[in-house]
C-alpha cells in the first residue's frame, strides 16, 4: 500500500483518437504513452482520457452539454457513454499489456453533477484501488445533473477536482502541442509558447482568449485552462506537455527536466 500524494494525468483526446475519424483511436499512440508510464514507474497514478473522435461528435449531435430537452436525447446519452466505453476499453487494453494493473472506474457511477459542476461524489472505491496498488483509468464522461437531467462532465473538470480531493500536488496534461500558447498554434502563426506562469497570469491570458470554436464540447484548451486554474489557485502546480512527442509525458511523470509548460500558484 501507498501514502505517497496521487499523480494526475489527463491524456487529451486529441493524442489518444483521430480526431478527424469518427470512432478511430490511436493505438499507435495508446501503446507508446502505455510503454511510457511504465517506465517511469510512477506510483498512486490516476490516468483520466478525452473522448476525441469517440464522444464528442456523438455529445454535439445529441445537444447533451445543454441537458435533458427531449426524449431522443436518452439515446444519445446511451451512445456516448458506450462510445466512450470502447474508447476507455482500449486505452486500459495497452496498459495492461505493458503489465501495469489498469482498471476502468466511469464517473458516471459515482459522480453528480449541479448545473454543470461536480456536486456530490463518492471517492472511496477510488481511494481504495490506489492503496492497494491498481491504476484507475477514467474518461470524460456523460453523467446524471440534479438540474439538466444529464449533461458532459469534462475530463478536464475531473482532474482538477480529483486532485483537489485526493491531495495531489500536481497534474501532467498531455496535449498534442508542446504547451500553452498565446493563441492557437494550429491556426495562428504568431502564437508563442509559454514556458512559465503564475496563476494570476494564467487568469488574465484566460480572460483575454477566446473559446476554441473546434469540435470540442468540453471548450478545447480554454476550457481545459480554467478547470486547471481552479486547482492552481489552491496550490498545486501543472505540467502542459507535448503526449504526442515520444518521452516528454516519462519525462514529466520521472519530475525530470520536460519541454512543455509549468504553471504555478502565484
Known amino acids: ?9 489527463k491524456l487529451g483526446g486529441s493524442v489518444v483518437t483521430q480526431k478527424s475519424e469518427p470512432m478511430a483511436a490511436d493505438i499507435r499512440a495508446t501503446k507508446r504513452l502505455a510503454k511510457e508510464i511504465k517506465e517511469a514507474d510512477a506510483r498512486n497514478l490516476v490516468l483520466v482520457h478525452g473522448g476525441g473522435s469517440f464522444g464528442h461528435p456523438l455529445a454535439k449531435k445529441y445537444g447533451l452539454k445543454q441537458g435533458l430537452v427531449e426524449r431522443r436525447q436518452l439515446m444519445g446519452f446511451a451512445l456516448t457513454h458506450l462510445a466512450m466505453t470502447k474508447l476507455n476499453t482500449l486505452i486500459v487494453e495497452s496498459l495492461t499489456s505493458e503489465g501495469l494493473p489498469a482498471v476502468s472506474l466511469r464517473p458516471s457511477a459515482f459522480v453528480v453533477t449541479e448545473a454543470g459542476r461536480i456536486e456530490a461524489g463518492d471517492l472511496e472505491p477510488l481511494r481504495r484501488l490506489l492503496q492497494l496498488g491498481l491504476v484507475p483509468v477514467m474518461c470524460g464522461d456523460v453523467v446524471a445533473d440534479r438540474s439538466l437531467g444529464f449533461t ?7 482532474c482538477s477536482r480529483l486532485a483537489l480531493d485526493l491531495g495531489s500536488n500536481r497534474i501532467i496534461v498531455g496535449v498534442d502541442v508542446d504547451g500553452l500558447y498565446t493563441a492557437d498554434p494550429k491556426t495562428d502563426s504568431a502564437a508563442k509558447m509559454v514556458e512559465t506562469a503564475t496563476s494570476t497570469q494564467l487568469r488574465l491570458m484566460l480572460e483575454r482568449a477566446q473559446p476554441s470554436e473546434r ?3 468540453t471548450g478545447g484548451m480554454v476550457g481545459k485552462m480554467w478547470e486547471m486554474l481552479q486547482f492552481v489557485e489552491k496550490g498545486g502546480v501543472v505540467l502542459v506537455v507535448n503526449a504526442a512527442r515520444a518521452g516528454r509525458l516519462s519525462k514529466a511523470l520521472k519530475g525530470e527536466e520536460f519541454y512543455g509548460t509549468l504553471i504555478r500558484p502565484g
Open 1 to 9: 500500500m501507498t501514502s505517497e500524494a496521487a499523480v494526475i494525468v
Open 152 to 158: 458532459v462532465l469534462s475530463g478536464d473538470q475531473l
Open 215 to 217: 469540435l470540442d464540447v
